[in-house]
């Protein structure tokens, strides 16, 4: 992966929708994500997309089905919540993502691979999410 790119996950707010919304951001200790994980039951978490395979800008409609793909799988084996990836400076578009409570992280990164993905967030409550490359 090149530099920028890697920077870029580095510095992107991993949104998870609510009122207010969650922002995570790597390496930052977020004390309401840790809730959110103890109250999913869980004591890890991660954040993941199936959207733009390999970082690369796909349409909206590809996505979509990506994400459907995504739910599918996911379906009544975590509590999930929907969010997206953004650029707090606007430089990309926003990328639709999901945060699963109380997935392993060996599983996490399979599902981050069997998407395309270059990374994912991974969380352990009461440690700094963490991003994890996958390529």
Do not use: H
């Not at 909206?60 to 975590?78: C, P, S």
């Amino acid at each position: 992966m090149n530099p920028e790119l890697l920077q870029a996950y580095e510095r992107a707010d991993y949104v998870v929708y609510g009122a207010p919304d969650l922002v995570i951001r790597i390496g930052e200790p977020n004390p309401d994500l840790d809730d959110l994980i103890e109250a999913g039951g869980g004591e890890s978490a991660a954040f993941i997309t199936a959207a733009n395979p390999f970082g690369e800008s796909q349409d909206e409609w590809e996505n979509k089905l990506a994400m459907i793909a995504l739910a599918q799988v996911l379906d009544g084996k975590y509590p999930c919540y929907s969010g997206e990836g953004r650029d707090p400076k606007g430089g990309w578009n926003p990328e639709p993502s999901v945060l699963v409570i109380g997935i392993a992280r060996a599983d996490a990164e399979d599902l981050g691979r069997r998407y395309d993905q270059n990374a994912i967030v991974f969380i352990e409550k009461g440690r700094p999410p963490e991003l994890v490359v996958l390529a």
